[in-house]
């Protein structure tokens, strides 16, 4: 599966490989829930098969709005509500049958505080989701539904 927004050259391989080693193997079948709207966020996820998506409610309309996706080869969590167990802002489902290596906010806050270099990345987990959401918000934002890149749409 070719991955759309790559990493923008930012090394996060300390991070799956983290995910590896500590994560445990997790496989949703479609329609399953990672984490659920306004419920504690709990965890995060290297995707290694499979797609998600990120799905709101409207406040004002109660419909759900499609805002984000995490493919193959990219990490799925609403980060960072999951670090510190706060309600998840969007219920994260899986599109298809898919599989991930899942940690919870707690193992990563440890993992983080080990070294220098942990604490480096937490930084760059977060220039990396600005990044990812910056590209994607243009995308959506400044194409016509035709042109968006997402593999996963019409």
Same mark, same amino acid.
């Given at each position: 599966?070719?991955? =759309?927004?790559?990493?923008? @050259?930012? +090394?996060?391989?300390? *991070?799956?490989?983290? /995910? ?6 997790? %496989?949703? !079948? =479609? @329609?399953?829930?990672?984490? !659920?709207?306004?419920? $504690?966020?709990?965890?995060? &996820?290297?995707?290694?098969?499979? /797609?998600? =998506? ?9 419909? &759900?709005?499609? %805002? ?9 969590? +609403?980060?960072? %509500?999951?670090?510190?167990?706060? $309600?998840?802002? &969007?219920?994260?489902? &899986?599109?298809? $049958? ?6 919870? @906010?707690?193992? *990563? =806050? ?27 918000? *243009?995308? *959506?934002? /400044? ?6 890149? /997402? $593999?996963?749409?019409?």
């Amino acid at each position: 599966m070719e991955q =759309k927004f790559d990493t923008n @050259g930012i +090394d996060i391989q300390l *991070l799956r490989d983290f /995910c590896e080693q500590e994560g445990e193997a997790v %496989t949703y !079948r =479609k @329609g399953e829930q990672l984490e !659920r709207e306004g419920e $504690p966020a709990q965890w995060m &996820a290297y995707v290694t098969e499979g /797609c998600f =998506k990120y799905v709101r409610q409207g406040m004002s309309d109660g419909k &759900a709005h499609l %805002t984000w996706f995490s493919f193959e080869g990219e990490f799925v969590a +609403d980060y960072p %509500t999951f670090l510190y167990g706060r $309600p998840s802002q &969007a219920t994260i489902e &899986a599109m298809m $049958p898919s599989r991930v290596l899942r940690v919870s @906010g707690e193992q *990563l =806050k440890r993992f983080f505080n080990q070294s220098k270099e942990t604490m480096e990345l937490r930084a760059i987990v977060g220039e990396h989701i600005l990044s990812q959401f910056r590209s994607r918000y *243009l995308d *959506l934002h /400044c194409t016509t539904p035709r042109e968006h890149t /997402c $593999p996963y749409m019409p």
